[in-house]
């Protein structure tokens, strides 16, 4: 089974401050690993994804994330915060090695979301 | 536009009545995924569509809820007999597909379904 755990529900951080959402995943194979951001009441605008080589990743608005294999983890980083950037965070995996072998193989994970509040 | 679009943008019903929830995906993809989120909780799995292939409907809570897609294309999700438990925003997404499934899944806005 597919897993992606999302430690903190909230993360406070002041404006110019670099920030880090942090993600942890389990899967059985190699994972994909996804970030989404939600605006409110919009949908998830995806940021970024990792699949295969380089370990830091760079995405939309100015944000990277970094994979770790040994400690099975792919957290979410800016360098300096903004207040727009204050929004629902989302990490998701899907397990390589699940993919096509049955029911529900194909799907993503998500894990229950970060709040982001950048304070000014 | 280009984007996932889906309608109503908000739906308010009774319990016991049924209802139906739209889905247009983006030109040219052919996945198209319904998830629920409820509020404090992430996104939960409801269906799969892959072309004209059987959708993989494994997330689907009860059988009340079924999906269709016509034509490869727009896809209507129906729950019957709506239940409270049944508030939530149900949001649609569609992706490219390859064999190796590492395409992002683009969301629409969602619906908003209240269930009194």
């Given amino acids: 089974a597919q897993s992606v755990a999302q430690p903190e529900d909230q993360v406070n951080v002041a404006e110019g401050n670099p920030l880090t959402v942090k993600c942890t995943y389990s899967v059985s194979g190699n994972p994909y690993l996804f970030w989404y951001v939600q605006y409110p009441n919009r949908g998830l605008q995806f940021l970024l994804k990792y699949i295969t080589g380089d370990n830091l990743v760079k995405g939309s608005y100015g944000f990277e994330a970094e994979f770790n294999k040994s400690q099975t983890s792919f957290h979410l980083k800016k360098p300096s ?3 727009s950037d204050s929004a629902l ?32 | 536009g280009a984007g ?5 943008s908000n739906k308010v019903t009774e319990k016991g009545k049924d209802v139906e929830l739209r889905c247009d995906p983006i030109s040219g993809h052919t996945a198209l995924y319904w998830y629920r989120q409820s509020l404090g ?13 059987a959708p993989d409907k494994s997330g689907l809570p009860s059988d009340r809820f079924s999906a269709e897609r ?23 997404a569609s992706s490219r597909t390859t064999g190796l499934f590492y395409n992002e899944q683009f ?3 969602g619906t908003r379904l209240t269930v009194l």
């Fill in chain 1, 81 to 83: 915060a903004l207040v």
């Fill in chain 1, 89 to 120: 965070y989302f990490c998701a995996v899907r397990d390589v090695l699940l993919i096509g072998s049955g029911a529900g193989s194909y799907q993503l994970t998500f894990g229950k979301g970060t709040k982001l509040s950048v304070i000014p």
């Fill in chain 2, 4 to 8: 996932v679009s889906q309608s109503p």
């Fill in chain 2, 41 to 53: 909780q992430g996104l939960e799995f409801l269906i799969y569509f892959q072309g004209n292939s």
């Fill in chain 2, 70 to 92: 016509t034509g490869g294309s727009v896809s209507t999700l129906t729950i019957q007999r709506t239940q409270q438990e049944d508030s939530a925003v149900y949001l649609c």
């Fill in chain 2, 107 to 109: 969301f629409g806005p």
